[in-house]
């Protein structure tokens, strides 16, 4: 079942809600990742929030007008307006007053979203406006979604995407270096509501997928992912916006196998695990790899104190140390240097020499600087100047 739906063999409704989920999925990534950049990962999380007295508010409004209560395009008016007024009151707050930004957040998200549970307490008394359902919301669901809910599901996702690919140029600029992209004449707080109108759009299209209190997971997890894999802006965006469309795709096709499971919670496990794998097998930043840099380092400063010992007729008793030489040949089992060995330690001792004349010279303080015990002396001194050393350790001695 759940291979069908990732193969988009459960019909035309379910594939539209999955296409639409991976639109989405990278259009929060992309948009996520300006948000990471810029240090305001936790202003999602107040849009978010803000949303839920909009739909709420929506509801009894269509209803009160004899309207049907949970028509989508409604409910998402009412959320996308109630995020923005959200939005405004935290920027009021931080920029009026002396609150600081996290503070207005945290305000702002609780006040709306308490205020969102009171009136969906409200809806849950009335009679009217198939009011079953809403709190999908929450959480998310694709179940027993309408073909036209996910037509307009799918088709703002894709605009969505759209807007933030043509404007990734100057939100780049802005989220990475805003004292350079001011030098160059950009409005960066132009800049910066554009950003959070399109984090806005990001959460109003996703309440009904990802629902109101994951959809920041959605926006952070991806770009937060992709880091890992690359020092570069532009790639972590690209990257980004792939983590968050596999998410979302992987997520809402096993939903649409097992209606049961609200979709929101399995789209963000499924980010997570992207998130867990990036966190322990990336080649730059994983935890794996940076493990086994430091054994390679470990076994570079143990072979490097042998080679030392020997040199100096020491006897050594590191078992680890001992271990390493013997394996690489240099040494027999009872610490005693073999002829490839003392070859080894004299050029090691004879480079730890040359290493303690450039130290004591000032001419030298930018190469000295370098040292380490373990960077070759070659890859920071020219042929000359390790010909000048030499012949000052030969008049020394």
Same mark, same amino acid.
């Given at each position: 079942?759940?291979?069908?739906?990732? /193969?988009?063999?459960?019909?035309?409704?379910?594939?539209?809600?999955?296409?639409?989920?991976?639109?989405?999925?990278?259009?929060?990534?992309?948009?996520?990742?300006?948000?990471?950049?810029?240090?305001?990962?936790?202003?999602?999380?107040?849009?978010?929030?803000?949303?839920?007295?909009?739909?709420?508010?929506?509801?009894?409004?269509?209803?009160?007008?004899?309207?049907?209560?949970?028509?989508?395009?409604?409910?998402?008016?009412?959320?996308?307006?109630?995020?923005?007024?959200?939005?405004?009151?935290?920027?009021?707050?931080?920029?009026?007053?002396?609150? $600081?930004?996290?503070?207005?957040?945290?305000?702002?998200?609780?006040?709306?979203?308490?205020?969102?549970?009171?009136?969906?307490?409200?809806?849950?008394?009335?009679?009217?406006?198939?009011?079953?359902?809403?709190?999908?919301?929450?959480?998310?669901?694709?179940?027993?979604?309408?073909?036209?809910?996910?037509?307009?599901?799918?088709?703002?996702?894709?605009?969505?995407?759209?807007?933030?690919?043509?404007?990734?140029?100057?939100?780049?600029?802005?989220?990475?270096?805003?004292?350079? $992209?001011?030098?160059?004449?950009?409005?960066?707080?132009?800049?910066?509501?554009?950003?959070?109108?399109?984090? /806005?759009?990001?959460?109003?299209?996703?309440?009904?997928?990802?629902?109101?209190?994951?959809?920041?997971?959605?926006?952070?997890?991806?770009?937060?992912?992709?880091?890992?894999?690359?020092?570069?802006?532009?790639?972590?965006?690209?990257?980004?916006?792939?983590?968050?469309?596999?998410?979302?795709?992987?997520?809402?096709?096993?939903?649409?196998?097992?209606?049961?499971?609200?979709?929101?919670?399995?789209?963000?496990?499924?980010?997570? $695990?992207?998130?867990?794998?990036?966190?322990?097998?990336?080649?730059?930043?994983?935890?794996?790899?940076?493990?086994?840099?430091?054994?390679?380092?470990?076994?570079?400063?143990?072979?490097?104190?042998?080679?030392?010992?020997?040199?100096?007729?020491?006897?050594?008793?590191?078992?680890?140390?001992?271990?390493?030489?013997?394996?690489?040949?240099?040494? /027999?089992?009872?610490?005693?240097?073999?002829?490839?060995?003392?070859?080894? $330690?004299?050029?090691?001792?004879?480079?730890?020499?040359?290493?303690?004349?450039?130290?004591?010279?000032?001419?030298?303080?930018?190469?000295?600087?370098?040292?380490?015990?373990?960077?070759?002396?070659?890859?920071?001194?020219?042929?000359?100047?390790?010909?000048?050393?030499?012949?000052?350790?030969?008049?020394?001695?």
């Amino acid at each position: 079942m759940i291979r069908d739906a990732l /193969l988009l063999q459960l019909g035309y409704n379910a594939t539209l809600v999955t296409l639409g989920a991976a639109l989405l999925g990278m259009a929060a990534g992309v948009g996520g990742t300006f948000l990471f950049l810029r240090k305001r990962a936790l202003v999602s999380d107040a849009i978010s929030h803000a949303t839920l007295p909009g739909v709420a508010l929506a509801f009894i409004v269509m209803v009160a007008l004899g309207g049907d209560g949970r028509n989508l395009v409604g409910l998402l008016t009412g959320a996308a307006v109630s995020a923005a007024l959200g939005l405004l009151i935290v920027t009021w707050l931080s920029s009026k007053t002396r609150l $600081a930004e996290d503070a207005a957040i945290g305000a702002v998200l609780s006040v709306f979203f308490g205020f969102g549970i009171v009136l969906l307490t409200v809806i849950q008394t009335m009679t009217a406006g198939r009011q079953a359902g809403l709190e999908g919301f929450l959480l998310g669901s694709t179940a027993g979604m309408l073909r036209s809910d996910a037509l307009v599901i799918a088709v703002s996702a894709a605009l969505t995407l759209a807007l933030v690919l043509l404007m990734r140029r100057p939100l780049t600029l802005a989220s990475f270096d805003p004292e350079f $992209a001011r030098s160059t004449g950009q409005n960066v707080t132009r800049t910066d509501l554009i950003m959070m109108a399109l984090v /806005l759009a990001v959460t109003v299209v996703g309440l009904k997928i990802v629902g109101l209190i994951l959809i920041v997971a959605l926006l952070i997890i991806p770009p937060v992912t992709a880091r890992f894999w690359t020092e570069r802006t532009d790639h972590v965006v690209l990257i980004a916006g792939l983590l968050g469309g596999v998410s979302a795709y992987v997520g809402a096709a096993i939903s649409a196998a097992m209606p049961n499971v609200p979709t929101g919670p399995i789209i963000v496990l499924v980010g997570f $695990a992207l998130f867990a794998c990036s966190l322990l097998l990336s080649p730059a930043r994983g935890v794996v790899s940076a493990y086994l840099r430091h054994r390679a380092y470990q076994r570079q400063v143990h072979l490097r104190q042998g080679l030392l010992a020997l040199a100096h007729g020491q006897p050594i008793y590191e078992r680890l140390t001992l271990r390493l030489l013997r394996r690489q040949g240099w040494a /027999l089992p009872d610490g005693v240097a073999t002829p490839e060995g003392q070859g080894r $330690a004299a050029r090691a001792m004879r480079d730890e020499t040359r290493w303690q004349v450039i130290r004591r010279d000032p001419a030298y303080e930018a190469a000295a600087a370098r040292y380490d015990g373990l960077t070759p002396i070659e890859s920071v001194l020219t042929a000359d100047q390790i010909a000048e050393v030499d012949s000052r350790i030969e008049v020394a001695t």
